[in-house]
């Protein structure tokens, strides 16, 4: 682990030993296996989420294909859309 790393690490550790009601921190990784066992300590509750089903996948696809690529033809140069 690399000094920036462990600073890191340890910056995240003293922050999050104490319960606080002004900080909410959310992890996310695809291999839980590798967190820190110190870090692993600080967390309160664990969520998994499943890889999506083939149908799943498919509406995922087609969410980003109209929302990033069919409109994106439509945007005036410069201007932005939410």
Known sequence: MSEAQ???LNALLF???DQSKDMV???A???PGDLDSAMAD???EVLEFPLPREDERFKLLNLYLDK???QAGSRKPG???K
Do not use: E, K, M, P
């Open 29 to 31: 990784t695809n291999y």
């Open 42 to 44: 600080c967390i309160d």
């Open 79 to 81: 201007v932005l859309q």
């Open 68 to 70: 990033y690529i069919a």
């Open 6 to 8: 462990r600073s890191s």
């Open 25 to 27: 921190l959310a992890l």
């Open 15 to 17: 922050r999050t030993r």
